[in-house]
């Protein structure tokens, strides 16, 4: 049988299927297979894609480390599945920047907070919007380890304490102007929140009573967390510093200094033995703690660092940067992951990835990356055919529609 080559468009209306000039398609489907769709090394994978369509500022995995969510500035939350890194769910509920996301304990509830309309709140795992919480133009957030209180840190409100219910309007309004960061102790009795005006405030919870100021940061305190056993507070700032602090006291334990530039984040092993700080430098400093050891230089982004997270295990750490991208680092060594987080609508040209379902869930991940077997592929093969695409991923890219049908053209080979 003569093998026939079809363009397949997925425009506003659904999918559009139709046959090809032969050898046009085929020098079009040729130049990409010649760039390789199948097992690649991460730097060949990762070609072009972007997890979103602006820079990513909040991530946060959930309890049992199999989903890691990653917020954004392009107003959207993603859901992403661990360790593989394939993208199931894209929560579009927020009109403005989404800068801060946040899981609760029992893994039923996302949080994700933007300046409009203040936090909203999705069930896990359906992604169901729940509704929204009215916080006060919120930049950060965090939710206690019991899941009932959820606070919020305003630049221009402080910070808020709401019950975390849909529609909770009662509130703890606490003051620490220009507020920023927050993170809550794992005993769920300390508040701690971090500001522009260079101090980290100590408060009780529930009550939200405040304990005490610490001072000795020379810039903006960007970046808040807690260890595991609450012992110890770390604080990341523009005065490129890192500063341990121990709790409940709040006494200086130590600076970590000779950041290379402004920090936007910090993150602690569930053990508490080791430290990630990033910021405007475009990397990662990874500490060892208590040994001595100098810090290791993870490098990769192409972009000012904000967000880090690290999974429950203590194993992966994720990074989330201005360049759109969101990475994976083994721990301890700090190595790359070879996964990568792909979003095709937000990704360049030079992307290639596949998009099938599995269980009834949809996914995207890049060439090369095992598929399910009996998987239904929608960008591998003819929109809902069975594939067989578990080792070879047979997609030659696609290229961005000029046309008036909006969404992307994808070729394949039948």
């Known amino acids: 049988m003569k093998p026939e080559i079809y363009a397949i468009q997925r425009g506003r209306s659904g999918w559009k299927l139709s046959r090809r000039d032969l050898a046009a398609a085929a020098a079009v489907a040729g130049a990409a297979a010649g760039a390789g769709c199948g097992p690649q090394r991460q730097p060949e994978r990762c070609k072009g894609a972007a997890a979103h369509g602006k820079r990513v500022k909040g991530l946060a995995f959930n309890p049992d480390g199999k989903v890691l969510a990653s917020a954004s500035d392009d107003g ?10 394939a993208l199931t769910k894209t929560l579009k509920a927020l009109p403005d920047a989404v800068s801060s996301v946040a899981i609760s304990p029992n893994g039923l509830v996302l949080a994700a ?54 529609g909770g309007r009662a509130r703890i309004h606490l003051l620490h102007p220009q507020a920023n960061s927050v993170a809550i102790s794992p005993d769920g009795r300390l508040l701690a929140s971090g500001s522009w005006d260079q101090t980290i405030k100590l408060w009780s919870l529930p009550a939200g009573k405040e304990i005490k100021t610490l001072k000795g940061h020379a810039a903006a305190v960007r970046g808040l967390a807690i260890s595991r056993d609450g012992r110890t507070l770390a604080s990341a700032s523009w005065d490129r510093t890192v500063r341990l602090w121990s709790l409940p006291g709040g006494d200086l334990v130590t600076m970590l200094p000779g950041q290379a530039g402004n920090l936007n984040a910090v993150a602690l092993t569930p053990d508490g033995k080791l430290l990630a700080a990033a910021g405007a430098s475009q990397t990662i400093k990874l500490w060892s703690l208590g040994d001595g050891t100098p810090p290791r230089t993870l490098e990769g982004h192409g972009g000012v660092v904000y967000a880090l ?3 429950p295990d203590g194993r992966v ?11 994976l680092w083994s721990l301890p060594d700090g190595q790359p992951l070879p996964v990568c987080l792909m979003d095709l609508q937000t990704s360049s040209s030079d992307a290639k990835g596949i998009e099938y379902t599995s269980g009834g869930a949809s996914y995207t991940q890049t060439c090369g990356s095992p598929i399910p077997p009996g998987a239904i592929c929608t960008c591998n093969c003819v929109p809902g055919a069975v594939c067989s695409c578990v080792s070879v991923c047979s997609c030659v890219g696609h290229t961005s529609s000029s046309g008036g049908g909006g969404g992307s053209h994808y070729w394949y080979p039948n």
């Open 76 to 85: 959207s939350v993603k859901l992403w599945t661990m360790p593989g890194g």
């Open 113 to 166: 907070a933007s300046r409009d309309p203040g936090v909203a709140l999705w069930s896990l795992p359906e992604g169901n919007l729940l509704g929204h919480v009215p916080a006060h133009s919120p930049v950060a957030l965090a939710i206690s380890p019991d899941g009932r209180l959820l606070a919020t840190a305003s630049e221009s409100d402080g910070i808020e304490l709401w019950p975390l219910v849909v």
């Open 309 to 311: 997270a690290i999974s």
């Open 317 to 327: 750490l994720a990074s989330g940067s201005e360049d759109k991208t969101v990475k």
